[in-house]
């Protein structure tokens, strides 16, 4: 009994672990998290920086007007010689800024169209394009100056650029002498501004405050830009066509062939200085109406044929000042230049020998010649008489 309860007593442990060593291989296994990758950022790639423009120098406002134009227009400042100096195009306010760099010269400043570039009509009030081949010219004797210095480039300006320029495709203004060109613009300049009427105090290349749509209203506290802004307008609203690009040709080749007076178009500059009091009064915002202002619109005298006794002077007082204040050497001229014909010399005459006058026959005196008669008469009496009386003497 004592020894089977003692293999009883070793048995049962072992068969314990018997029993246990079997389980281990039966234990269920944890699974292990996977660890999630860990991914590096992405750094996107840095756009490089584009460079910074270099600072403008001489920057200039130019403000292209026939009414306003719209973006995309091209403006180009240019030497004497053709050479650009610099361009820009315009914004949707219709203005240029163009850099003039560090030239101070006389200059020419083109505005060229292109697709999709237009400007205001002021006579049919609708917008009409400004294409590739269409131009408009300014020719300035210097550069403007001031703090904020603008130009301005109309029909008026374009009719001055016709008297020196003859191709404004490709602009140049002949000879090699600055101050000479000057004087040539200065002249070419005060005589389309006397000739269209501008009053003292509006210079021709200030620029204007233009209408941009029917609804618009000059609006400026610059009376200048206010009074030739309307006056732009009058004159778009005297053209003879609905085409202002067309009417702008017309009073260029005008100038161009009358050195800068207008009489083929005079019909048109006058009415538009008759209807400008009207078109201010239509289209120049309250706020912008002021006494200088109607001063201004009263003192517009237009004198296309340049006809009147005073012009000539105010020409040449106008040339003196855009000249900066030296008289122009260039000479006014009224009218076209006809060349003079030379005057072919006269042949001197060889003087005619006299003729010596020929003798008077003296006539017979009148006995003479009844002698003579009586003695044809006898001798031919005679011989018949002879016979009678030989006849009667023989009786």
Do not use: H, W
């Amino acid at each position: 009994m004592k020894i089977s309860k003692l293999l009883a007593a070793l048995v049962l442990p072992m068969a314990f672990l018997v029993g246990c060593g079997g389980g281990s291989s039966t234990a269920v296994v944890t699974p292990v998290t996977p660890v999630t990758p860990v991914v590096p950022p992405v750094t996107p790639p840095v756009p490089p920086v584009p460079p910074t423009p270099p600072a403008l120098v001489k920057p200039i406002t130019v403000v292209p007007a026939l009414g306003a134009f719209g973006a995309g227009a091209n403006v180009a400042f240019i030497r004497p010689d053709g050479t650009v100096i610099g361009t820009a195009a315009t914004a949707a306010n219709g203005a240029a800024v163009v850099d003039m760099g560090t030239y101070s010269g006389p200059f020419i400043s083109r505005v060229t169209g292109g697709p999709g570039v237009t400007y205001y009509n002021e006579k049919t009030l609708g917008r009409d394009p400004f294409g590739a081949n269409d131009t408009l010219l300014a020719i300035v004797p210097s550069v403007p100056t001031g703090a904020s210095p603008k130009l301005g480039v109309t029909a008026l300006t374009n009719a001055a650029a016709a008297v020196l320029v003859s191709d404004p495709a490709n602009p140049k203004i002949a000879g090699t002498d600055a101050a000479t060109i000057r004087s040539q613009i200065s002249v070419a300049n005060a005589t389309v501004a006397v000739a269209a009427g501008l009053p003292a105090g509006v210079d021709m290349l200030s620029a204007p405050q233009a209408l941009s749509s029917p609804t618009d209203k000059i609006s400026s506290t610059d009376p200048v830009a206010v009074i030739y802004g309307a006056y732009l307008a009058s004159l778009a609203q005297a053209s003879t066509t609905n085409n202002i690009l067309d009417s702008v040709k017309a009073i260029a080749a005008d100038a161009k062939a009358n050195n800068g007076s207008l009489p083929t178009v005079s019909v048109v500059i006058v009415n538009a200085g008759k209807n400008l009091a009207a078109v201010v009064t239509a289209n120049v915002a309250t706020t912008s109406q002021s006494a200088n202002l109607a001063a201004l619109t009263v003192a517009f005298k237009p004198d296309p044929k340049l006809e009147l006794p005073e012009s000539k002077a105010s020409i040449t007082s106008v040339a003196t000042t855009n000249n900066g204040g030296t008289a122009p050497t260039t000479p006014v001229v009224i009218g076209p230049t006809t060349p003079v014909t030379p005057v072919t010399p006269v042949t001197p005459v060889t003087p005619v020998t006299p003729v010596t006058p020929v003798t008077p026959v003296t006539p017979p005196t009148s006995g003479s010649s009844g002698s003579s008669s009586n003695t044809d008469t006898g001798s031919s009496g005679s011989g018949s008489g002879s016979g009678s009386g030989s006849g009667s003497g023989g009786l």
